[in-house]
């Protein structure tokens, strides 16, 4: 017990802590009239603890107080054989089973949920990583071509000094073939 009290549910995104506390098994009636006025009796019905329910989760808690807390208890009473067996009508037996399915069905949907979502986080921080990478390669790209550019440049000026070096020799030759 001291392992989980005051301690926060690592699993959950809540500032709640954990408090446990020892209980004694008094019955339904002792729990109902213990609990009465306490603020777990003024939450949502489908909130309450199933035992506070006399038709299953869904019936009125004020109706089942007033039953339990009246004159009659409706506590087992002792018998030969010891206490009478508990006996839960099959609508609230129905009802529980319902509700654990649906427990069933919207944690598994939320676990779906969840990988959907790493799923697309994954997706999207690889998708970030890929733009990345192509504006890089855009960036190099375009210094690449004005690289290329430059070096054109270069080349039809050097083409053009060479014309003119040959302009030049084949001048310097028949000056030399004058004079020879």
């Not at 733009?131 to 290329?148: D, K, S």
Request: proline share 3%.
């Amino acid at each position: 017990m001291q392992a989980f009290n005051d301690k926060k549910w690592k699993k959950l995104n809540s500032e709640k802590v954990a408090a446990l506390a020892y209980a004694q098994i008094q019955g339904k009636a002792a729990l109902v009239a213990h609990f009465q006025n306490s603020s777990l009796m003024s939450v949502d019905k489908l909130c309450r603890p199933i035992s506070f329910c006399t038709d299953g989760p869904n019936s009125d808690l004020n109706e089942s107080t007033r039953e339990i807390t009246g004159a009659v208890a409706l506590e087992p009473q002792p018998s030969a054989l010891g206490f009478a067996p508990l006996t839960f009508p099959m609508r609230s037996v129905e009802q529980i089973m319902a509700a654990q399915s649906d427990i069933e069905a919207n944690q598994y949907t939320l676990k779906s949920c969840v990988e959907t979502m790493t799923a697309v986080t994954n997706l999207s921080h690889r998708l970030q990583s890929r733009t990345n990478e192509v504006q890089q390669l855009n960036a190099q790209l375009a210094l690449l071509q004005r690289i290329y550019k430059d070096v054109r440049a270069e080349i039809c000026v050097l083409k053009a000094e060479n014309k003119e070096l040959k302009r030049k020799a084949n001048l310097a030759a028949i000056e030399v073939g004058r004079r020879s």
